[in-house]
Structure formats: structure tokens, C-alpha cells
């Protein structure tokens, strides 16, 4: 049974950081697509970041140059690393693994973690 774990999440002033991370298991995470959606209130789930199997990273315009995703795969663990966080960052962010080799979209993603909160406070 395939299980993703997100935690890091909280609340923290505009300008601060967070790191989010997503811990893995009942799959080999090594070979999977990882990557991070948020969902604001009222608003779609929407992509955030990616990496693949060869570290392949590729990132939502507007938190370029602020976010950065990583993994471990001895750890089973995939990260966010935000800074410079902004309002419009708050959402419940959530972890996603693909079996695809790439992907942004909601439906190129086989499961999903429960998420976690994040508010940026202005």
C-alpha cells in the first residue's frame, strides 16, 4: 500500500521560509516522478514543482528563484524548500507521485499524500 506523508507545514510572516517534506513508502521511490500541488481556498489544486527519477526539475513561474524541490531516495523523501514566502502562497500543499517520466498535471499523478497547511501571514 502506497503511502505518502507530508509535514512542515505552518505559519510563518511574508519574507520567512518553511521546508516541507514527503515521506514515501510501499513504492520504489527511486524510480517515481515526485512533486508538490496547493490548493488554495476556493481555488484549484494547482502544480508547483517536480522532480524525476534523473533529478530533472522543473517549477510553477511564479515560485522560481523562491522554491526549490529535492529528494532523497536512500530516505524515501521528497522536499520544498520555500523562501521568500508571500500571502499568496498560503494553501494546503500536497505531495504527488507519478509513474510517468515528467509531469504538471493533477491526472499524471497515481497518488497523493493528505497535505499540509501552510499560511503566510502578511
Known amino acids: 500500500q502506497v503511502q505518502l506523508v507530508e509535514s512542515g507545514g505552518g505559519l510563518v510572516q511574508a519574507g520567512g521560509s518553511l521546508r516541507l517534506s514527503c515521506a514515501a513508502s510501499?513504492?520504489?521511490?527511486?524510480?517515481?516522478?515526485m512533486a508538490w500541488f496547493r490548493q488554495a481556498p476556493g481555488k484549484e489544486r494547482e502544480f508547483v514543482a517536480t522532480?524525476?527519477?534523473?533529478?530533472?526539475?522543473y517549477y510553477l513561474d511564479s515560485v522560481k528563484g523562491r522554491f526549490t524541490i529535492s529528494r532523497d531516495n536512500a530516505k524515501n523523501t521528497v522536499y520544498l524548500q520555500m523562501n521568500s514566502l508571500r500571502p499568496e502562497d498560503t494553501a494546503v500543499y500536497y505531495c504527488?507521485?507519478?509513474?510517468?517520466?515528467?509531469?504538471?498535471?493533477?491526472?499524471?499523478?497515481?497518488?497523493w499524500g493528505q497535505g499540509t497547511q501552510v499560511t503566510v501571514s502578511s
Open positions: 504527488a507521485a507519478s509513474t510517468r517520466r515528467v509531469g504538471s498535471h493533477l491526472d499524471e499523478y497515481d497518488y
Open positions: 510501499g513504492l520504489t521511490f527511486s524510480s517515481y516522478t
Open positions: 522532480i524525476n527519477w534523473s533529478m530533472w526539475t
